[in-house]
T-cell receptor, first 112, second 113 residues
Framework: SQQGEEDPQALSIQEGENATMNCSYKTSINNLQWYRQNSGRGLVHLILIRSNEREKHSGRLRVTLDTSKKSSSLLITASRAADTASYFCATDEVAGNNRLAFGKGNQVVVIP | EPEVTQTPSHQVTQMGQEVILRCVPISNHLYFYWYRQILGQKVEFLVSFYNNEISEKSEIFDDQFSVERPDGSNFTLKIRSTKLEDSAMYFC???????????FGPGTRLTVL
């Protein structure tokens, strides 16, 4: 089955800098969702972008979706130490029945 | 803000024992899910549930697994005879509509000895 794959796997940045993560997938999707996970904790929903959308903003988050390249990016602007976490993309596949297929995740460390 | 809750936060059991993991989805949500995450690996879909029946299940969700919505608020995952490889974090999620955001609970860490 299709799996999202994020790139890069690990990112270390200074507080105040922007962090960008990418995700690629292989099949047709209805939407793509980004989640944050702090170490050993639950998954926090960040943003959903539908297949007919190209860009979406939520606070300091900006998500883009390119269905022709089957890829998405998550940009966190003006990062804070509290943004230190793992970030996952998850795709809702057309072939599926509402299930999400998760990528491996990006570890982001924001240095104060 | 409404949240998905899960109990217990950590469950330790012996191989071969039955476990029941409990979830309370967000109250007006109609779609319910279980996922699991083995340590260091991806989050994997197990099962989705709607209108009191399973909508979809993965290859992982074999005859040892079952789900139930015994009342109007709880959603449970039962593993009939646990194996060592069932050790993982189990997440419950819910969504108000199909093809919508899925909101996850904090997870239950299952350790099978």
């Amino acid at each position: 089955s299709q799996q999202g794959e994020e790139d890069p796997q690990a990112l270390s940045i200074q507080e105040g800098e922007n962090a960008t993560m990418n995700c690629s997938y292989k099949t047709s999707i209805n939407n793509l969702q980004w989640y944050r996970q702090n170490s050993g904790r639950g998954l926090v929903h960040l943003i959903l972008i539908r297949s007919n959308e190209r860009e979406k903003h939520s606070g300091r988050l900006r998500v883009t979706l390119d269905t022709s390249k089957k890829s998405s990016s998550l940009l966190i602007t003006a990062s804070r130490a509290a943004d230190t976490a793992s970030y996952f993309c998850a795709t809702d596949e057309v072939a599926g029945n509402n299930r999400l297929a998760f990528g491996k995740g990006n570890q982001v460390v924001v240095i104060p | 803000e409404p949240e998905v809750t899960q109990t217990p936060s950590h469950q330790v059991t012996q191989m071969g024992q039955e476990v029941i993991l409990r979830c309370v989805p967000i109250s007006n949500h109609l779609y319910f899910y279980w996922y699991r995450q083995i340590l260091g690996q991806k989050v994997e879909f197990l099962v989705s549930f709607y209108n009191n029946e399973i909508s979809e299940k993965s290859e992982i969700f074999d005859d040892q697994f079952s789900v139930e919505r015994p009342d109007g608020s709880n959603f449970t995952l039962k593993i009939r005879s646990t194996k060592l490889e069932d050790s993982a974090m189990y997440f419950c999620a819910s969504s108000p509509e199909r093809r919508n955001e899925q909101f996850f609970g904090p997870g239950t860490r299952l350790t099978v000895l």
